[in-house]
Nanobody, 112 residues
Framework: QVQLVESGGGLVQAGGSLRLSCTVS????????MGWFRQAPGKERELVAE???????NYADSVKGRFTMSRDVAKNTVTLQMNSLKPEDTGVYYC??????WGQGTQVTVSS
């Protein structure tokens, strides 16, 4: 059974930082496409960052230079380091594997 467990969301002031983590179990192969999406109230879910099975990490233009996604293959974990947060970064952040399996989401709220 595939499971994605996210952690690290919360409330932060604009300009602050948060680090999200997602631990995956039940997936083979272990090295596969993984990503983070987010959904703000009243808006569609959008890509934040994605690591392909092999290749360069892709970032949304709105987060380039502020967010960094990384993967620890041994721990089957991906993290999203979010710096210089803005109020428009507020939303529910979802971890995904191959855009097929999804976590439950973690709330990120950035106050102005």
């Amino acid at each position: 059974q595939v499971q994605l467990v996210e952690s690290g969301g919360g409330l932060v002031q604009a300009g602050g930082s948060l680090r999200l983590s997602c631990t995956v179990s039940g997936i083979t192969p272990r090295i596969t496409a993984m990503g983070w999406f987010r959904q703000a109230p009243g808006k569609e879910r959008e890509l934040v960052a994605e690591i392909p099975r092999d290749g360069i990490t892709n970032y949304a233009d709105s987060v380039k230079g502020r967010f960094t996604m990384s993967r620890d293959v041994a721990k089957n974990t991906v993290t999203l380091q979010m710096n210089s947060l803005k109020p428009e970064d507020t939303g529910v952040y979802y971890c995904t594997v191959r855009r097929t399996f999804w976590g439950q989401g973690t709330q990120v709220t950035v106050s102005s």
